[in-house]
């Protein structure tokens, strides 16, 4: 394989992530201060929701939400089997138990179709997973969650600053969660927040994340050490100012990879759900002949990255077949057999765009 030209990722970090982080070293206050706090209140704002609570990991921030709203063992969650670990993980955290849904074809977000056969006397909440940068069906889904009583944590990981019909990713669900790791739309190096417009569901978040101490020396729960850092805070403030344009950017990268790959044998370009902004975390197509590997190979060899995002339904898991999580979603099963992730990120040039279009378009000439 040759050297790899477009890599599938590239945080970008410039002076003033730079300038901000040495200023935080300099006053000293480098643990959880007030930059946590400053970022908390600017992303909530951006989001549309009333409270902010940082968190050290998207994991984290999950795991802090289903602790918020008392989710624990004999609970029952209902999420997507394709998406990263960390989205069952969390629920297993607790206690509870996640129960696999289906997903759409076309966003590969959780399906409404398929929660409410799945729904039980111990069903709690549900956890859709805005994959790839575009929201599920909110809708449907809050109109279930109502209808039986239960819960919506978005898990917002992968959709800073999406939407759906006009409303912003993080401030849909009762709460939602978002991860700052490098490779998403914007980062804090390490982090999360969890975003609501419960005060008393956002003074919980606040009380797990901190050893479940509702003040010093006083701890009314088993918490845990989830704190952000000024430091990385300091890193999210900056990066905040900037994603609006970073977004921009990978949505009209889309749009170019989109033109030049639609008339491509074999390939299924990303769907964007009519009212919603996908921003493009991920830019996944769908390959229909041949088998995928050896495309990412061909691909590869062009010298552009990619990545797969995600091989194995949870279900399928290891770990998660010996703990007894047991599915089969017929859709997710099709899109962990055959999508594939190219580069979209704002550091992309038109020589690179091109070159992702041309190494499709060879390896699907070379594929039958």
């Known amino acids: 394989m040759s050297d790899i030209k477009v890599p599938i990722a590239k945080p970008i970090i410039g002076e003033e992530e730079i ?12 643990a959880q201060g007030p930059k946590v706090e400053e970022f908390e209140q600017e992303f909530a704002d951006w989001v549309g929701a009333e409270y902010g609570i940082a968190v050290n990991s998207g994991t984290a921030a999950l795991h802090v939400a289903l602790l918020s709203c008392d989710i624990g063992p004999g609970d029952e969650v209902i999420t997507t089997p394709f998406t990263f670990i960390a989205s069952g ?34 069903t709690k909440a549900i956890m859709p997973v805005q994959l790839y940068g575009q929201a599920a069906d909110m809708d449907r889904i809050n109109r279930i969650a109502e209808k039986y009583g239960l819960i919506v ?5 992968q ?36 975003t609501t417009d419960d005060e008393e569901l956002a003074d919980s978040a606040r009380m797990f994340r901190a050893h479940g101490a509702t003040m010093r020396y006083h701890h009314n729960a088993i918490g845990y050490n989830f704190r952000m850092t000024d430091i990385s805070a300091a890193i999210g403030l900056a990066q905040l100012k900037k994603i609006d344009e970073f977004n921009d950017k990978r949505i009209a990268n889309a749009a170019y990879l989109n033109e030049g790959l639609k008339d491509v044998d074999g390939v299924i370009t990303p769907y964007c759900a009519e009212g919603s902004k996908h921003v493009y975390h991920q830019y996944t197509i769908m390959v229909e002949k041949g088998d995928r590997d050896d495309w990412v190979d061909i691909i590869n060899d062009c010298g552009v990255g990619t990545g797969i995002h995600y091989p194995i339904p949870l279900y399928n898991q290891p ?8 599915g089969y979603c ?22 690179d765009l091109d070159a992702v279009i041309d190494a499709v378009k060879t390896a699907s000439n070379e594929l039958d």
């Not at 944590?153 to 990981?157: F, L, Q, V």
């Open 19 to 30: 300038e901000n982080v040495v200023e935080v070293l300099k006053s000293g206050m480098i």
């Open 89 to 122: 993980n969390s629920i297993v955290y607790t206690g509870a138990k996640p129960v696999f849904a289906d997903i759409d074809l076309k966003t590969y977000t959780l399906n409404p179709d398929s929660i409410e056969d799945l729904i039980t006397e111990n």
């Open 153 to 157: 944590i978005e898990d917002a990981a």
């Open 159 to 194: 959709a800073h600053g999406a939407t759906f019909n006009g409303q912003k990713v993080g401030s849909i669900g009762d709460m939602s969660c978002f991860s700052f790791y490098p490779t998403k739309n914007m980062t804090t190096s390490e982090g999360g927040i969890i």
């Open 319 to 326: 770990i998660y077949r010996t703990l007894g999580f047991e």
């Open 330 to 351: 017929q859709n997710a099963e099709l899109a962990a057999d055959n999508v594939i992730s190219l580069p979209v990120h704002p550091s992309l040039t038109q020589e």
